[in-house]
Nanobody
Framework: QVQLVESGGGLVQAGGSLTLSCAAS????????MAWYRQSAGKQRELVAR???????SYADFVKGRFTISRDNAKNTVALQMNSLKPEDTAVYYC???????????WGQGTQVTVSS
């Protein structure tokens, strides 16, 4: 089992910045990719950014150039630096990971990000 705990959400004005953090515990030494998803009211959960254990990153088009994902394998943490925030970035942000040789997805409880115009 892997437990994920997110932090860093909050209220920010448009154009501002926030950094989200996610810490993995439990059987975290075998986790592989780590990712951030988000879900806004009335919409499906969507992928925001993903990072492999080796540090390769990928981003959704709607955050490219504004968000940066990073991880610390020694601490089993992943962060999402969010700049130039827009009201449409308002959502609950979730951290997700998997363990090697397992199809089980592990999710955090989510952290609310609200961007005011």
């Amino acid at each position: 089992q892997v437990q994920l705990v997110e932090s860093g959400g909050g209220l920010v004005q448009a154009g501002g910045s926030l950094t989200l953090s996610c810490a993995a515990s439990g059987s975290a030494t075998t986790i592989t990719d780590m990712a951030w998803y988000r879900q806004s009211a009335g919409k499906q959960r969507e992928l925001v950014a993903r990072i492999t254990r080796g540090g390769r990153t990928s981003y959704a088009d709607f955050v490219k150039g504004r968000f940066t994902i990073s991880r610390d394998n020694a601490k089993n943490t992943v962060a999402l630096q969010m700049n130039s925030l827009k009201p449409e970035d308002t959502a609950v942000y979730y951290c997700k990971t998997n363990r090697a040789l397992s199809s089980v997805d592990y999710w955090g409880q989510g952290t609310q990000v609200t961007v005011s115009s």
